[in-house]
């Protein structure tokens, strides 16, 4: 693994950790075992972590949310999609954590994630577009724009939510990605359900893998 490339996966791990907030430029150093004007050398500051880590997780959605791959989506597996999509996200979940503090430390980061953003909910909304289509999938009363503002609000920012009552039990920042995952699609199932035409068979199916934590990763 080349420095650079050595340095954005360090940071990485040590933001989604501990918070971008607490970490610095000094403890990445320390983590690669190399000097701090090395460091500089590759990445001067952690604006420009930032911004590399971004652009890293952009490249990755950018795939997960072609909605050309999406067409042929059938309802029985939208919720494993979506989880796939939670999966992507937590991979880089420091930038879900806080987004408003790196909104107002990393002007840049702002418009990279504002635009995501947009990209993740346009594509939610494609999907259930596609499926409402299909029969599958019903407003029930409500716009397809706040079902899915509703769905991306979950998908992202659930894991807040998780860290506040984690920290109220443990008095510290908790580290339990894989639940807040479970957790974010339970969520997601419970909005969304009564909306959708599950067959019985794929339901139980779909909460067993929940319960036991079985659901297929992608990565």
Do not use: W
């Not at 950018?62 to 939208?78: M, R």
């Not at 953003?117 to 999907?127: A, H, N, S």
């Amino acid at each position: 693994m080349k420095t650079a490339e050595r340095i954005l996966s360090t940071a990485l791990a040590l933001f989604n950790e501990h918070g971008e907030s607490s970490v610095s430029s000094v403890d990445i150093a320390n983590e690669c075992d190399i000097s701090p004007g090395n460091l500089y050398y590759h990445f001067k500051g952690k604006a420009q972590l930032v911004d590399g880590l971004m652009k890293l997780h952009k490249a990755q959605m950018d795939d997960l949310l072609d909605t050309k791959k999406l067409s042929t989506l059938h309802i029985d597996d939208v919720f494993y999609y979506f989880f796939l999509v939670i999966q992507k996200l937590n991979l880089f979940r420091f930038l879900y954590r806080s987004p408003a503090d790196l909104m107002e430390k990393y002007p840049h980061f702002a418009k990279s994630h504002a635009r995501l953003l947009k990209q993740l909910e346009d594509t939610i909304q494609f999907v259930f577009e596609q499926c409402e289509a299909k029969q599958t999938f019903s407003t029930q009363g409500a716009t397809i724009m706040h079902i899915t503002q509703l769905s991306a609000l979950i998908i992202t920012q659930s894991c807040q939510y998780d860290e506040l009552i984690q920290y109220g039990k443990r008095g510290g920042m908790s580290s339990h990605p894989e639940e807040a995952q479970y957790h974010a699609l339970s969520l997601l199932i419970t909005a969304l359900l009564p909306r959708c035409a599950l067959s019985d068979k794929v339901l139980a199916q779909l909460m067993r893998a929940i319960e036991l934590h079985q659901l297929p990763s992608g990565g």
